[in-house]
Structures are given as C-alpha cells and as structure tokens.
C-alpha cells in the first residue's frame, strides 16, 4: 500500500509496514489528514473533561503514550505505540524511553522552581517532543496538543495560536514553524515562542 501523493514538507515519511496499519481505506495524505483531524477533534472533545490531565501525571511516558493513542487510535493500528524504526528527524528509536525521562525530569524541575512562565515552558516542551519524535506519526500535533493541554489544565492558560493554523501540507506557515523549530534545536527559542503566540 501507498498513498498517491506527497507528503507534507518537513513530515516524517511513513514505511510500508506503517501503512499497514491503517483502519480506514485511505490513499492520499489529504485522506489522512481528514481522517487524523477527525480524531484529533474527539481528543479535545476527551480533553476538556478528563480528569487525568493533571501535573505530574502528565511528565510520563504512559501519558504520552495514551495522547496519542486518542489522537490517532481510529486511524492508526499502532498508534500510542513508540517507534520501532529511525525517521528523518528524532532520536535513535533505541534512545526513546531515555530521552523522554529527560524531558520529564527537566520539566518537573522547571514546574518545581519556577523556571520558565507558563507559555515558554509549553514551548520548550514542545520542542524537546518535536526533537525526540517518538511516534512514526502525529508528532508535531501531539507536542502541540500536549502543550496547549499543559497551558490550560495545569496554568488555566488559554491554548496557543501556534501561527493561526493547523500546520498541514497546504498551510504557508507550515515552513515558517519548521524554520522556528530547527532555530529551537540551536538553543534559540525566540522564533519558536514568537510563532506559537501569533
């Protein structure tokens, strides 16, 4: 199986294997992305009433794990189950489980002390998600989604405008939050901070 058309610049190609693990009948990435986006909205709809979404349950990997599992679990077969593979962008697969403790520890200790104000502390962890790529798919949407959940169930803050749009292979800002993103990888997060609030 494969999709007939290409993919959305910066996105992670998807294997032969993965796409065996599509439930629906789907063959473009506009297909996919419908579908993705669908399941993605009765996320947020499970969102906004789950209980569970509270720090510091959500600095896990069992966490991230079922996130994804809600944002994709009606299209993918594996979803909510880490890579097995390299991608073009993300830590060895190996190195996963490792890097996400990491990330966790690191954002317990900046909840801790105050480190960062709630927008850039949604931002840096979004980023370290982006970086780490844990999943073969959804991992840009996923960070972004875990962030605007951290904003809203743990600060009250409202989510984050992320440039006004989805970011999908036909939004022209899609470039522009990739750019923002591999400036983020240099230690440099104004663009990225900038991008996510406008």
Do not use: C
């Not at 909840?111 to 798919?137: C, D, K, Q, W």
């Amino acid at each position: 199986m494969a999709l007939t058309d290409p993919h959305a610049i910066g996105a992670t190609p998807l294997t032969v294997e993965q796409l065996h693990g599509l439930k629906l009948p789907i063959t473009t990435h506009g297909e996919l992305n419908a579908a993705e986006q669908e399941n993605i909205l009765r996320a947020r709809l499970w969102a906004r009433g789950a209980r569970s979404i509270a720090m510091p349950g959500m600095l896990s990997r069992e966490f991230i794990e079922q996130l994804h599992a809600r944002m994709y679990g009606d299209v993918w077969e594996w979803a909510g189950t880490q890579r097995v593979t390299d991608t073009n962008i993300g830590v060895p697969f190996p190195e996963i489980g490792v890097a996400l403790r990491m990330l966790f520890d690191d954002a317990r200790y900046w909840l801790e002390h105050g480190t960062y104000e709630p927008v850039e502390f949604a931002v840096r962890v979004h980023h370290r998600l982006v970086l780490i790529h844990p999943f073969p798919n959804g991992n840009g949407r996923l960070s972004r989604f875990y962030a605007d959940l951290a904003l809203t169930h743990h600060f009250g803050r409202d989510r984050l405008p992320w440039g006004g749009g989805e970011l999908g292979s036909r939004d022209p800002r899609r470039q522009q939050y990739i750019e923002a993103l591999q400036v983020a990888d240099r230690h440099d997060y104004d663009p990225l901070l900038e991008f996510a609030v406008t």
